[in-house]
């Protein structure tokens, strides 16, 4: 069974600059899938990023990118320049591909605060 | 193109009453997932289609949960003789049925039970 550990439960970052967001993950599966979503307090879970397990490169969308180290099983979601608008909770989450599941596990987030 | 839509958005009830909540996927998305996520929690799976076919099913989904999705389009997720516990977060997703696909979420129907 797969299992996401995020280690961080909230982290302080000042306006404009970057924050990185652990994440570790724990599977047997060969090949799987890696998102992140933000969750402000609205409740909405907001698609940020995805990670395919044979992705040679990381992964970027805009200010978001992520930090695949397959070898160590870490998928960091990395936030450049932050803005207040980023504050808000962030899971990470993996789905395993070609067995007899499909579903997305998720980790127990971290809460983001940006300061001005 | 419209996002996953979910109804309602909040709902209170009294404890020992049945509830439903409605869920539409996007279009011509056939997966479609259920998650519930309590206060502080990442959201948990419950449930799981492909079209019509309820292929997976959480252990935390006990006999008063039901979940349907006649025809493959919109689902429903009906929780009889509520408790305080079912208080949570329910969250719906979809997704093609390829892999490397996004799961988009709905807004989430927030549930208390008194």
């Known amino acids: 069974a797969q299992k996401i550990t995020q280690t961080q439960p909230g982290m302080f970052v000042q306006e404009k600059e970057a924050v990185t967001l652990d994440c570790t993950y724990d599977?047997?599966?060969?090949?799987?899938?890696l998102f992140w979503y933000k969750q402000p307090s609205s409740g909405e879970m907001i698609f940020l990023i995805y990670q395919g397990s044979y992705d040679e490169q990381n992964a970027t969308e805009g200010r978001y990118s992520l930090n695949f180290q397959k070898a160590r099983k870490s998928a960091n979601l990395v936030i450049s320049a932050s803005q207040l608008g980023d504050s808000a909770m962030y899971f990470c989450?993996?789905?395993?591909?070609?067995?007899?599941?499909?579903?997305?596990?998720f980790g127990t987030g971290t809460l983001l605060a940006v300061q001005p | 193109d419209t996002g996953v839509s979910q109804d309602p958005r909040h709902k209170i009830t009294k404890r020992g009453q049945n509830v439903t909540f409605r869920c539409d996927p996007i279009s011509e998305h056939n997966r479609l997932y259920w998650y519930r996520q309590t206060l502080g929690q990442g959201p948990e799976f419950l449930t799981y289609?492909?079209?019509?076919?309820?292929?997976?099913k959480s252990r935390l989904l006990s006999d008063r949960f039901s979940a349907e999705r006649p025809k493959g389009s919109f689902s429903t997720l009906e929780i009889q003789r509520t408790e305080q516990g079912d208080s949570a977060m329910y969250l719906c997703?979809?997704?093609?049925?390829?892999?490397?696909?996004?799961?988009?979420f709905g807004p989430g129907t927030r549930l208390l039970v008194l």
């Open positions: 989450a993996s789905q395993p591909y070609g067995g007899a599941t499909n579903k997305l596990i």
């Open positions: 289609f492909q079209n019509e076919a309820q292929l997976e």
């Open positions: 997703a979809s997704s093609p049925s390829e892999t490397r696909r996004v799961i988009h």
């Open positions: 599977t047997s599966d060969q090949s799987y899938g």
